[in-house]
């Protein structure tokens, strides 16, 4: 009797999911042609990805050498084809590259380059950094010791990637305008710092010696 029972209960089961199955089969269908697309579109997005960051990689290569064979112009050409095409890390290498090629022919078009990318929110911190010290050291020879201080402050504090090169410009600059007082307050703090590296405390000891000496009260 059991037995006949068992047989009941899954002649039952069999029937529902009959039911469940003609009621909700397109639904079911559907999702996994959905999730089945989806893993495809997502590998093939992460292989094109990886194709556009090799190819981006290579012509990144060849401008750089381009740029080490003082073929200038036509480095800058391809940095800055790379500055609008490629993925964002190689565009964004190639916007600082395409400026220091501009350099070679226009200081200052090329500090206001590097001032553009430090004053863009979407670059990281230590790139805008970056592009803040090559900016200044386009224009150490030409700007006012105040527009330094402008612009190289932010780098300079504790903790931050080129505080140690904003430093020294700002000393320099201040040693330019005659302030004393400034050049020798930039000087302390690399002097102060720990992790300054070996070569710059040693440009710096020779700056302070061309410092006139502190007044006794």
């Known amino acids: 009797m059991s037995e006949l029972f068992d047989e009941v209960d899954e002649e039952v089961r069999r029937d ?16 996994a042609l959905l999730i089945i697309a989806g893993v495809g579109g997502w590998r093939g997005y992460q292989y094109l990805e990886a194709k556009r960051a090799a190819e981006a990689g290579a012509a990144f290569d060849k401008a750089s050498e381009l740029s080490e064979a003082n073929k200038h112009a036509e480095a800058e050409t391809a940095f800055a084809d790379l500055a609008a095409k490629a993925p964002w890390g190689y565009r964004m290498l190639a916007r600082l590259r395409t400026a220091a090629e501009i350099a070679n022919r226009d200081k200052p078009a090329a500090a206001k380059m590097f001032d553009d990318i430090a004053a863009d929110g979407s670059v990281g911190a230590p790139e805008r950094d970056l592009a803040r010290i090559r900016a200044a050291q386009l224009l150490l020879e030409t700007t006012t010791y105040p527009n330094m201080l402008q612009r190289l402050e932010p780098a300079t504090a504790a903790g ?58």
């Open 16 to 31: 529902q999911l009959k039911k469940l199955w003609d009621q909700y089969s397109i639904y079911i269908i559907a999702l």
């Open 160 to 217: 931050a990637t080129f505080r140690h090169t904003a430093r020294e410009l700002l000393a320099l600059s201040a040693w330019r305008a005659n302030d004393t007082a400034a050049a020798r307050q930039w000087l302390d703090l690399i002097a102060n710092d720990g992790e300054s590296p070996a070569s710059l405390r040693s440009r710096a000891e020779a700056l302070q010696a061309l410092l006139p000496p502190v007044a006794k009260s």
